[in-house]
């Protein structure tokens, strides 16, 4: 935080917000776009488009370094940015990034991220698709892939990756059995897999996208990931297949609530209108603004709970709340009767986030209840300002689009394909003689061309 300081004063000013009026409300969400932006180099001669800083090491509890999965998640942030407010400032910027991540299956599986990709990193990118079909945002050109195929493609690699050899089904969290967690089964992972369903299902119609969207919130509903407790809907964190699921970590996360809601308000739009599904939106709604909008706060700022208060969130945790603050817009409009219980959350979030960027440069906080700076900033905080910004300007016109209402991205049901054998598959391969021997190759080299660069150095 003290490099963040030093960069970023605290000052008096912050982001002027008139929350009545469409263009303040644009231009609040431009500046913290452009504060998120600056983190970004991947736009710049021999960096990697599409990757953030520290993506490639993941190690989120290090400041300035990011997870691959969150430069996923900010692109689609800026997907919605350009559609509530008709600044094109950075599309090119996002295409470029979402097609170049894509991977050599067109999966967003890219070789470079295999060493710790989880299922939940893949559905962050394949959301940012799947906002790109819903807004046609504009297809990347010269025959790349198209939005929708992409989104596809994650489809097909993670349904052969469903794993009832423990706790009765369910996602692991990581991809491959070798990287490190994979015995958990999280609820990012599976909730972000129902998404992903329930958006396939509602964009193209297709009832076998819904009968797994289905099978996916069965099998969460019976787990110890869901537990229903005096009207309240707790959705835990992770659940371990080492013990057969049998217990969870009691942590609850608004990115886990917001992936879960929309999966619920899609479903609902889906079947047009079920009673059932209408029913678990309200129930998740209702925990929603229990947990995550304390009464001691208004009752209508949303906070991080787990973390914020104590500022000790990880730069993941710090850019939770965008989706949140995303999805329960997108709710409002997929399920209408919720908008009167949605909107003045939204609106006194983002009440509350203008107060707190008040950083040198109107940089954002996290801390949305204070209006004195707190000091810390990031892509997380920028995103999570932005976001609840550009929520408010949201309407009823602005519904997801689908494949029968205008979406104009290409449908490819057998894109990509799925990740033969499923997890059992994915082992490490042993290291033989000859890659060993290969291995002592490459070091002799490798000490050669050390040694012989630090002689031409000293010379």
Known sequence: ??????????????????????????????????NMMTYYTGNQTGQVPGDLPG???????????????????????????WQYTNDSTYNSVVSEALQFQR??????????????????????????????????????????????????????????????STCGGGFHWQVYSFNSGY???????????????????YITGNSSYADWANKVWDWMASSELFETSGGMLYIWDSTDSDNNCTSADHYVWTYNYGTVLAGAAYM????????????????????????????????????????????????????????????????????????????????GSATGAAGQCSGGGNVCGEQWYLTTYDGYTGVGEEMSAMSVFGANLINSNMAPLTLRTGATSKSDPSAGGSATGGPASLVEKPITTAGRAGAGILTVIFCVISIGGAWWLIT
């Open 1 to 34: 935080m003290w490099l963040t300081t030093l960069l970023f004063p605290a000052a008096a000013a912050a982001i002027t917000l008139d929350i009545n009026s469409r263009s303040s409300i644009a231009s609040a969400a431009g500046t913290a776009a452009y």
């Open 55 to 81: 993506s490639l090491s993941c190690n989120p509890n290090v400041a300035g370094t990011y997870c691959w999965w969150e430069a996923g998640a900010m692109w689609g942030s800026l997907i919605n940015y």
């Open 103 to 164: 991977g050599p299956e067109n999966n967003f599986n890219p070789p470079n991220q295999s060493r710790s990709m989880g299922v939940d990193d893949q559905v962050f990118w394949a959301f940012s698709a799947l906002d790109a079909v819903e807004s046609n945002f504009p297809e990347a050109s010269d025959g790349q892939p198209s939005w929708l195929s992409l989104a596809q493609a994650v489809y097909n690699f993670q349904t052969s990756l469903w794993d009832t």
């Open 183 to 201: 015995n958990l089964k999280i609820t990012i992972a599976n909730g972000g897999n129902f998404q992903l369903s329930a958006r396939l299902a």
């Open 268 to 347: 609902y739009n889906y079947t047009n209108g079920s009673s059932v599904w209408e029913s678990r939106v309200q129930q998740i709604l209702n925990s929603t603004f229990s947990l995550f909008f304390p009464s001691e706060y208004g009752g209508n700022i949303m906070s991080e709970i787990e973390c914020e208060p104590h500022l000790n969130c990880d730069q993941d945790q710090k850019s939770f709340k965008a989706y949140l603050s995303r999805w329960l817009a997108v709710t409002a409009v997929l399920v209408p009767s919720t908008a009167s219980q949605i909107m003045p959350k939204l609106q």
